[in-house]
T-cell receptor, first 113, second 115 residues
């Protein structure tokens, strides 16, 4: 069965610090998709990124970057120079050849001014 | 324009009542979903419809019944509400060409509180 583990329950940083969120996944499928979503205090779920299993290239979008390593089954997310608006719960999710997303338990990030 | 909308945003009701949550998407997507987020923020799929056909039905009590009148709408009806049904319910949609591959876009959530 597929599984997504976000070992960090909570992370607290001071503004401008970098923060890295870990995501480790388990699947026997060779084709799969990985996602990150953000849930700010207002409660909605915001899509951040999608990656397929054949593309290990790292991605950067502004202050956000993602490191995908198949060798360690990890898809980690880094926020550079964090801001208070980055405070949220961040979810990693795994999509296989069905219609479901399997979510990790989420990591709560608190950025203090 | 809101892509995936849900009504109501908050729902407070007594145990034993029947209630419905409505979801609409204007993205032209073929597939819609219901997820439940519990008090510990854990998200779990409940149902999925593709072109009005039920394709995912996880181990959800029979008191929960999804209904899709057309591919832009997926409603969730809950009978005989119990305390344990209190949660945030999210609707989502995706343009599924390859299952698992397509990004799911979520509605704002409906916070259900059963007293």
């Amino acid at each position: 069965a597929q599984k997504v583990t976000q070992a960090q329950t909570e992370i607290s940083v001071v503004e401008k610090e970098d923060v890295t969120l870990d995501c480790v996944y388990e699947t026997r499928d060779t084709t799969y998709y990985l996602f990150w979503y953000k849930q700010p205090p207002s409660g909605e779920l915001v899509f951040l990124i999608r990656r397929n299993s054949f593309d290990e290239q790292n991605e950067i979008s502004g202050r956000y970057s993602w490191n995908f390593q198949k060798s360690t089954s990890s898809f980690n997310f880094t926020i550079t120079a964090s801001q208070v608006v980055d405070s949220a719960v961040y979810f990693c999710a795994l999509g296989l050849n069905d219609y479901k997303l399997s979510f990790g338990a989420g990591t709560t990030v608190t950025v203090r001014a | 324009d809101t892509a995936v909308s849900q009504t109501p945003k908050y729902l407070v009701t007594q145990m034993g009542n029947d209630k419905s949550i409505k979801c609409e998407q204007n993205l032209g997507h073929d597939t819609m979903y219901w997820y439940k987020q519990d008090s510990k923020k854990f998200l779990k799929i409940m149902f999925s419809y593709n072109n009005k056909e039920l394709i995912i039905n996880e181990t959800v009590p029979n008191r929960f019944s999804p209904k899709s009148p057309d591919k832009a709408h997926l409603n969730l009806h809950i009978n005989s509400l119990e305390l344990g049904d209190s949660a945030v319910y999210f609707c989502a949609s995706s343009q599924v060409q390859r299952p698992g591959a397509d990004t799911q876009y979520f509605g704002p959530g409906t916070r259900l509180t059963v007293l």
